[in-house]
């Protein structure tokens, strides 16, 4: 968290001078505003709304709280098991501890399969139907932390929602781990987590 | 840069929409009742004595609290405030500078301007009122800061007491918009 990714400013949708004269004309009455200038305040306004609501809403209001979670000496068939049964893409690594140690997610598989720059899932299934089967398992008696990113990339509860979606962005990952102050682990914030937070108006 | 300061001449945006036909009856009514009022006690009562009710910034102010209701500029706060600042203005500004006119008219406007702003009381016809007492008869300079008084202040508040009787007739129509 210690990156400041750059400011981005989210860009209200735009207005057409027509939507914004006919809502003028739904309201009876003279307005002594012109569209151009309610444009400018929509623009800003919207803008401040944005950064208020994002602001307000932290980790720990968005975050998943029941996660699966592996040991760093997990088998990774057992890990790909339990991915595959909650239906989760990834999956934080604790020691013992219980201390975030790393995280492992379906593109770390794909890595350690054979694939070179994995873009998704598919990338796997062409290399398969190139190739005489995929046999490409020199991990099978591999665990958990030999494949795991490490250091994880880790967020505290009161981290703000937008400046998680910075870190997604910024480091191209789709998840975070929440720990507290011991590192220990409290939950994990997804991409999915954040697009619910926003329908529902930032109440997860 | 001068290519740009000449372009800012050509305009951005458009014009709002124009209002509708029940919008132009109230206002009409209201204006027509408003000044109606502040005249008709003008030419009954008060034509003959020393006093003045009636001055032309009324007409502009009809304008605003008649017909542009929504209009910050067009709020009691305004209406009250600007023309009592300007008017005070318009009256300490002639008693300094008489008989420089010019100059006593200038300030006063610009003052009133300057002070309706930093009091968030812009007012247009405010500049009016404080120009009127400046270029005013021999009446109205007799009357000093009682001016401010009458017919300032009386004028106003009529003005104000029918908008807020007319303005809010119309199911369609509220005012104000903001008291303070």
Known sequence: MTDNPKKRPIRAPDLEDEDILEAMQEITGYLDITPGDFKEVYRLAYRRALERLSRAVTAKEIMTREVVSVATDTPLAEVAEAMGQRGVSGVPVLDQAGKVAGMISEKDFLTQMGVLEPKNFMSLVARCLKSKGCVALPIKKQKAEDIMNSPAVTVGADTPVKEIAAVFTAKGINRVAVTDSQGRLLGIVSRGDIVKATMLGGKS | ?180
């Open chain 2, 1 to 180: 840069m001068r290519g740009n300061f000449f372009r800012k001449m050509a305009g951005t945006t458009k014009s709002p929409p124009g209002v509708g036909f029940m919008e132009i009856f109230w206002s009409w009514l209201g204006a027509f009742l408003g000044i109606g009022a502040v005249a008709l006690i003008n030419y009954r009562f008060v034509e003959g004595t020393d006093l003045v009710l009636l001055i032309g910034s009324y007409g502009a102010s009809a304008v605003l609290i008649y017909g542009a209701i929504k209009s910050p500029l067009a709020q009691p706060r305004n209406l009250v405030g600007g023309h009592l600042i300007s008017a005070l203005i318009g009256v300490a500004v002639y008693k300094l500078l008489f008989p420089h006119l010019w100059l006593a008219a200038a300030l006063a406007v610009s003052l009133s301007i300057a002070v309706m702003h930093a009091t968030k009381t812009l007012h247009p016809p405010g500049g009016a009122t404080a120009l009127i007492y400046v270029t005013g008869s021999q009446k109205i300079h007799h009357l000093g800061f009682f001016y401010a008084v009458l017919p300032v202040g009386a004028g106003v508040i009529i003005m104000l007491m029918v908008a807020l009787l007319i303005n809010n007739l119309s199911p369609k129509r509220r005012y104000p918009e903001f008291w303070l």
